[in-house]
């Protein structure tokens, strides 16, 4: 790492709050500690330019294949938390909640906009671009290399977070028990059974649509809109999708995503693209009064799971991945029995979720895979020199997503 | 209808609060009012002595079964609720929230504590055990009706609501998406697809065992650990389970329970019963802190809901089937995102969830069929002389589950 002595510039967010700047900085050696100003951004890719003592084929032997398979000059993604990929949890697939795992960009760990970048536990935490074998895909390994070239790192860059996080959402709320009934044609409980539906419970064609709301159409709510189309027009499953947002920018960014994916990509069924008063007039005409049976809560805060209750059917799901503060849940025990509501909350496990998100991001390079079309997530990229700035306009709500090239 | 003018005795509630009496009253006919008295009791099973006029082949066209196929006696087992079998939910198999739906026993509609009881909506609700083919089964039409001949009046009384609602709670979480990594030895989110796992993702078996905590181990409770040992033992799941109850003497009841089960019914696994500290304990030490993956809640009140929370993992289900107040929930947004904790609340579709009912309460016998033993979840049948006097002493914690036969 000799040539890797010296400082580098970083985008640091200095205490109290908002006090964004970029500084020159040392370039980080082995383990850190904490640090009071730490560097922002929990989304980031890279190239391996260094490794630990802990890669190596000698002392790699019965860890993730990471560490014996990543050389300098790959080409890596990084979740948005660290995870050992070699605890319990990890296994089972459940990354976010690595017994060691730390949020990137957090005053326990530096994150991403800087020039370099230290990643903990990394054999476990990278997705290794350069190494296609290591994971499950629709695609044929020759398909994804590929796909790779066709890929811009900015277009990578929605590995990091937001597309994984969308997918999970969706994963979640399709294979919810209480959906089962929709997906399978087949009513509870027979819909988990090869058992035969006896004469006289057969579902009707108009029960089987699956309506869903997504609550909140941020970029991480349009990735999830795009995987939910993805998933329900694939597996050819009746849908009427009520996207809402009450900011009007973010529903014009939706309807031109939506606008973008071709006819195959949203078949057999409806989207709408509405306000919160437009959803619930939506939801009662579309249902006739008996609700959404999922809703996609994609906020995190108390309204948007006031809304979500709103609009779900008695035997409905709310699947919830907006980071929740400790406020009290607005609804009673007495609300969720009475409508025998189901709820998931929490983190996406990021790095579990990469390979189904990576096969959506090569199927939708028209939406992730463009830069400041209406349809585009990614507003622009700029070097760090514009980086202060690009806070502040975020903050009072004047662009959308900015990518930092920290060696533009 | 000639025959059912007069009077019957029933067992009846009037207000304001527990004062139980035998009455003498009218025999219900047609559609009946509001009642300030109300006849007590949810569970009920009887022979038909009268049809209603939607009843019989003509004006039963497109309508469920029943309606053309009940026949005056047939013996039935009525669901705790009033279904209509026709509408959207119910047609899903959502029959605990029809949109018509009543609960037997309320002061919206008396319930089965009586000589003769008036089951609105009777082609829907009613489980018709005089016509096997009408359900589907692991049993052969052959088996069922040599299944029915051997089984008696209150062994079929536990259809009604505790054995569907035990069935229901371990099928919820058996088959929710947070567990499948247990079930199908993939990780998330390989366990929904038929993609192989790549080297190196591979689950240990120490993380397979599906460890399951069951809070309440009343009749619902215990009905819920043997369904639940049913489907691990029957699906070879590596399981642990920690069923528990402050209260001694369910605690002996539920150990009864598990001792009358064959070894068949329950190998595979580990199964302790234990009061709230002990199960902490347990918790900790099977899990080495982790917690449980599935927490069956069966009691339906704050604590037991706080004490679900501490014992689930991360990425673990809480599925909930104690009827809850209007009281807050006992945690936050954030404490539900921080655990990545999944919910399940609600009533059970009774009517939906009878033919698996069914078919476990023909494998239970031993438990199910026999009364006053210690693993019956029966403890006396009596007659109406003594109903008052039961209710008393069940209210004092005397004595279990008491059936009334109201023809003795």
């Known amino acids: ?12 967010w200095h205490p109290p709050s908002y006090d964004v700047r970029v500084d ?26 260094a490794l630990g003592s802990s890669f190596g084929a000698e002392s790699a032997k019965g860890r993730p294949p990471l560490y014996s398979r990543l050389e300098v000059g790959h080409k890596v993604v990084s979740p948005f938390t660290v995870n050992c990929g070699e605890c319990s949890v990890c296994r089972l697939g459940y990354t976010a909640r690595c017994t060691g795992s730390l949020l990137f ?10 020039q370099y970048v230290r990643v903990p536990k990394a054999g476990g935490t990278l997705f290794d671009l350069s190494e296609p074998s290591t994971w499950a895909s629709s695609m044929t390994e020759t398909e994804k290399e590929k796909a790779l070239s066709n890929l811009s790192d900015s277009s990578l860059l929605m590995l990091a ?46 029960d089987k649509v699956f309506t869903v709301a997504i609550v909140g159409l941020g970029p991480v709510g349009v990735c999830a809109a795009v995987s939910l189309l993805d998933i329900v027009s694939t597996r050819k499953i009746p849908f009427r999708i009520i996207a809402i947002d ?7 960014k939706m309807k031109a995503v939506y606008g973008a994916i071709d006819e195959d990509g949203k078949a057999g069924g409806e989207f709408v693209v509405v306000s919160v008063d437009e959803a619930k007039q939506k939801s009662k005409e579309w249902t006739h009064g008996v609700g959404c049976t999922a809703v996609l809560e994609v906020v995190g805060n108390t309204s948007a799971l006031e ?19 400790q406020r009290p849940l607005p609804f009673t025990g007495g609300n969720a029995y009475d409508k025998n509501v189901s709820l998931d909350f929490g983190r996406c496990p990021a790095r579990a979720m990469f390979p189904p998100a990576f096969d959506l991001l090569v199927k939708r390079q028209d939406i992730f895979g463009t830069i400041g079309q209406p349809a585009s997530l990614i507003d622009k990229i700029v070097d760090f020199g514009q980086a202060e700035e690009s806070y502040r306009a975020f903050d ?6 900015v990518l930092f090239d920290p060696w533009k």
């Open 161 to 206: 977070d937001i597309l994984p996080t969308g997918v999970f959402a969706a994963t979640q709320a399709i294979n919810h028990p209480k959906v089962q009934p929709f997906i399978t044609g087949k009513p509870w409980p027979l819909c988990f059974s090869s058992a035969p539906v006896p004469e006289g419970l057969q579902i009707l064609d108009e």
């Open 24 to 49: 020159d900085i040392p370039i980080p050696q082995g383990h850190s500690g904490v640090h009071d100003v730490h560097i922002c951004g929990h989304e980031f890719i890279g190239e391996v330019v």
């Open 105 to 114: 960009g957090s005053p326990l760990l530096n994150g991403g906009q800087a």
């Open 246 to 252: 009450p900011n009007g920018s973010r529903r014009e």
């Open 396 to 401: 009072k709500g004047e662009v959308g997503k």
């Open 307 to 325: 809304l979500a209750y709103d609009l779900v059917r008695a035997f409905g799901v709310i699947t919830s991945v907006g980071v929740h503060q």
């Open 1 to 12: 790492m000799s040539e890797l002595n010296g400082t580098q510039k970083a985008v640091r």
